[in-house]
Each structure stands twice: as C-alpha cells, then as structure tokens.
T-cell receptor, first 115, second 111 residues
Framework: DAGVIQSPRHEVTEMGQEVTLRCKPI?????LFWYRQTMMRGLELLIY????????DSGMPEDRFSAKMPNASFSTLKIQPSEPRDSAVYFC?????????????FGPGTRLTVL | ELKVEQNPLFLSMQEGKNYTIYCNYS?????LYWYRQDPGKSLESLFV?????AVKQEGRLMASLDTKARLSTLHITAAVHDLSATYFC???????????FGTGTRLTIIP
C-alpha cells in the first residue's frame, strides 16, 4: 500500500485566498483525521471522520475551516479565506477499525504558508 | 479533557548512553502511543501500548505503560546518532478516536 497520500506537499498563498488540502487514506481504513502542527501549539486534531461521517470537529478553529469526506478514499480540508496565522503543516492520518490494536498512520503533510 | 505532558522537552545525550523520556497523562486513557518525527518529516508510529504493564521493545527503544501511575516511559539504550528525532507520546479517549499529543521531546545524540 502507498500509505496515506496528501496533496499538495507545499502551498504558498496570499491572505484571503481559498486553500484546499487533499487526502487519500489507506485503503480499507475506517477513520480519517486532520491535524495541524505549529511550533506554538504543537499537534492539534482538527476533525475526524468514521466511515465518511464527521464525528468530532471540536478542533476546527473557526468557520473559515471546513472538511469533507465524500467517499472512503478522499477527503478535503478547506480554508476560506486564509490568514497568515493558518500557516502550519497539515497532516492527514488514517486508521483501521477500533477493534484493531492499530495506530494512526500519518501522511507526509502539507506545508501551508499564507503571506 | 485528557492532557498529556512529556519531559524533558529537549534532551542532548552522548552516543552509548541510556536515557528515559517520560509521558504523564491526566485521566484514564484507553491506549498510549509513541511516535517519532524527523525534522521536516511526518510522524512514524513506534509503539501502541494497550494495557497496564505493557512493555514493547524495538531495537534500542523500549516503551512501557503504568496505567495506575498514568505514566508511560520510552527508554533508550546505548543511544546512536540515528535515534536523533522528536518523540511524541499520545493518549486516546475510550470510545473516542481522538488522540491528544504531548509536546514532544527533541532528542539529539552527540557522537
């Protein structure tokens, strides 16, 4: 398996622009997670899905952030409008069913810079 | 709300030495995870600890879990340069897949 795939790997945009980050989880995994990593706040869970349904979005910072999972193999995280404080590395992760003593597998991340 | 604290935050040690990273968590956590992150890279899973007294070892790394003390440790034996990285512990919430991460321990192995 190719692992969790994220695109783009790097994104530089200007304040006010819309940004869309994409993720393809590992095939067969039931859970998908979006994290944000910054020096100041560390690793934060933004939202996670189970079988394509959003379960916990309490970490989404504000209404400018939205996430969708239209099918089992694709998810997006959108920021509209973007602000400089959104600059961070955004990770997508997936894992199998909870019954499995398994871990979350992280993608390579998208480094977002908002100017 | 689960809180996870790691110490130390920074650790510089010589090759060949042993050391331990500590991970304390505030409330009952169903599982405890250890991850490694190299600079500019993603997180790589090291261990998943499922129950009290669990001990797992891989190479020079050994992780253990004491649920009564709400403490997990990551022990490094005879450190080598390749182990230089940031190590994170994370706990989850029973019935909830949400992971709460510690602040990470940046480990530097000096030749």
């Amino acid at each position: 398996d190719a692992g969790v795939i994220q695109s783009p790997r790097h994104e530089v945009t200007e304040m006010g622009q819309e940004v869309t980050l994409r993720c393809k989880p590992i095939s067969g995994h039931d859970y998908l997670f979006w994290y944000r990593q910054t020096m100041m706040r560390g690793l934060e869970l933004l939202i996670y899905f189970n079988n394509n349904v959003p379960i916990d979005d309490s970490g989404m910072p504000e209404d400018r952030f939205s996430a969708k999972m239209p099918n089992a193999s694709f998810s997006t995280l959108k920021i509209q409008p973007s602000e400089p404080r959104d600059s961070a590395v955004y990770f997508c992760a997936s894992r199998a069913d909870r019954a499995s003593p398994d871990t979350q597998y992280f993608g390579p991340g998208t480094r977002l810079t908002v100017l | 709300e689960l809180k996870v604290e790691q110490n130390p935050l920074f650790l510089s040690m010589q090759e060949g030495k042993n050391y331990t990273i500590y991970c304390n968590y505030s409330t009952t956590s169903d599982r405890l995870y250890w991850y490694r992150q190299d600079p500019g890279k993603s997180l790589e899973s090291l261990f998943v600890l499922l129950s009290n007294g669990a001990v797992k070892q891989e190479g020079r790394l050994m992780a253990s879990l004491d649920t009564k003390a709400r403490l997990s440790t990551l022990h490094i034996t005879a450190a080598v340069h390749d182990l230089s990285a940031t190590y994170f512990c994370a706990g989850d919430h029973f019935g909830n897949e949400k992971l709460t991460f510690g602040t990470g321990t940046r480990l530097t192995i000096i030749p």
